[in-house]
């Protein structure tokens, strides 16, 4: 089936520090696929996607391009700060952007920013 | 944005009894919710797919007669974990589908049986 693997944590990282978060994933179709970001004792909020392939999903920063060949959706912001510490989750969306189909989540990585 | 949220944030109760939770679109209406288990320092896993009129589908592996679902309404869902046992302990989320196929999570419901 359907997965979604991104790179295990923790990533510790300096204010200004460039990160990347990579994640791979294995799907059938032609998935839709999801950056989310849960901060401390909050829920998780949706950073950006991308619904095809070659697409840029980016808010806040953060970007990341959706690469058929190499069914990839890396995470990647050029100067981080403390305050983007958080769990950063990949995600797909099963057979595309059709209605009622659920998530399939990675594993998370926790990153923490230091000043 | 689009707000879900959930009620209560944390619950404990006895072994043997049954907790209800409520997931609420309050600024929208969801014909679909989600609801999802995650552990400690784990992924979310997929408990079931809730569709507002009908009966929810349920991932393998999850009792549907153990967590009931009922989707009575466009703006909630309620999650009742039924004779809660310790190891039903999890940090239980709902998310509702908007208009675009994006999901829009609740805070989370950290359920503790003792």
């Known amino acids: 089936g359907d997965s979604v693997t991104q790179m295990e944590g923790p990533v510790t990282l300096s204010e200004e520090a460039f990160l990347t978060i990579n994640c791979t994933y294995t799907a059938t179709g032609y998935p839709s696929l999801f950056w989310y970001v849960q901060y401390p004792g909050e829920g998780l909020q949706l950073l950006l996607k991308?619904?095809?392939?070659?697409d840029k999903g980016s808010n806040k920063g953060f970007e990341a391009t959706y690469r058929k060949e190499t069914t990839s959706f890396h995470l990647e912001k050029g100067s981080v700060q403390v305050s983007d510490s958080a769990v950063y989750f990949c995600?797909?969306?099963?057979?595309?952007?059709?209605?009622?189909?659920?998530?399939?989540f990675g594993k998370g990585t926790t990153l923490s920013v230091s000043s | 944005g689009a707000v879900v949220s959930q009620h209560p944030s944390w619950v404990i109760c006895k072994s043997g009894t049954s907790v209800k939770i409520e997931c609420r679109s309050l600024d929208f209406q969801a014909t679909t919710m989600f609801w999802y288990r995650q552990f400690p320092k784990q992924s979310l896993m997929l408990m079931a797919t809730?569709?507002?009129?009908?009966?929810?589908?349920?991932e393998q592996g999850v009792e549907k007669d153990k967590f009931l679902i009922n989707h009575a309404s466009l703006t909630l869902s309620t999650l009742t974990v039924t004779s809660a046992h310790p190891e039903d302990s999890s940090f239980y989320i709902c998310?509702?589908?908007?208009?675009?196929?994006?999901?829009?999570f609740g805070p989370g419901t950290r359920l503790t049986v003792l």
């Open positions: 998310s509702a589908r908007g208009s675009y196929n994006e999901q829009f």
């Open positions: 991308a619904t095809k392939a070659d």
């Open positions: 995600a797909l969306s099963e057979f595309g952007s059709q209605a009622g189909t659920a998530l399939i």
């Open positions: 809730s569709n507002e009129g009908s009966k929810a589908t349920y």
